[in-house]
Each structure stands twice: as structure tokens, then as C-alpha cells.
């Protein structure tokens, strides 16, 4: 059984910067892509970042390239997003999800595993 926990979430000022992480386990995830989105109020489920287990890939969104730096923890199986120059319009629900099939992709069907999603707020 594939589990996906998030925390970091929090409170931040605008400009400030937060670390969210994901503990995976129930499984080896060496072949996986694992991702991270968001879900602000009335808005649907967006792509934020995702990288490949295995060699480390990594694809942005438009909206957090350069803010934003997802990384992967192999020993811990952990992933990370660090986000920094944060803005008002990142506030959302933040989830971690994990795709099987190894290549990245962007839409949320196609994503196998989710986490119950952190809070993150940015303040103006």
C-alpha cells in the first residue's frame, strides 16, 4: 500500500519562503515520478513541479520556475519543494502524488497516488 504524507505547510509572509516534504513509502519507488500540486478555493487541481526518482528530471509550471525547487532524498524517500519569493496567489492546498509509469506528465488522472494535502498561506 503506497503512502504519500505531507508536512511543512504553514503561515508565510509574501516574499517569505516554506519547505514542504513528502515521507513515501509502502514500496520502492526507484521507477516513479513524483509530483507536487495545488488547489486554491473554487479553483481546480493544479501542476506545480515534478521530478523523476531515478536520475533526478525535474519539470516546473510556469508560474514557480525560479521560485521554486523540487528535490528527492533517496535514503529518506522523501520529496521536497522549497519555495521561496513566495507570493499571495501560491496560497493553496499543496499534495504530493506519485505516477508509475516513468516519464513526467501534467495532468492530475494521470498521477496513481495522492497525499492528503498541507495547508500553505501567504499573507500580503
Known amino acids: 500500500q503506497v503512502q504519500l504524507v505531507e508536512s511543512g505547510g504553514g503561515l508565510v509572509q509574501a516574499g517569505g519562503s516554506l519547505r514542504l516534504s513528502c515521507a513515501a513509502s509502502?514500496?520502492?519507488?526507484?521507477?516513479?515520478?513524483m509530483g507536487w500540486f495545488r488547489q486554491a478555493p473554487g479553483k481546480e487541481r493544479e501542476f506545480v513541479a515534478a521530478?523523476?526518482?531515478?536520475?533526478?528530471?525535474?519539470y516546473y509550471a510556469d508560474s514557480v520556475k525560479g521560485r521554486f525547487t523540487i528535490s528527492r532524498d533517496n535514503a529518506q524517500n522523501t520529496v521536497a519543494l522549497q519555495m521561496n519569493s513566495l507570493k499571495p496567489e501560491d496560497t493553496a492546498v499543496y499534495y504530493c502524488?506519485?505516477?508509475?509509469?516513468?516519464?513526467?506528465?501534467?495532468?492530475?488522472?494521470?498521477?496513481?497516488?495522492w497525499g492528503q494535502g498541507t495547508q500553505v498561506t501567504v499573507s500580503s
Open positions: 521530478i523523476k526518482w531515478s536520475g533526478g528530471s525535474t
Open positions: 502524488a506519485a505516477r508509475k509509469v516513468p516519464f513526467i506528465t501534467i495532468p492530475t488522472r494521470t498521477y496513481d497516488y
Open positions: 509502502g514500496r520502492t519507488f526507484g521507477s516513479y515520478v
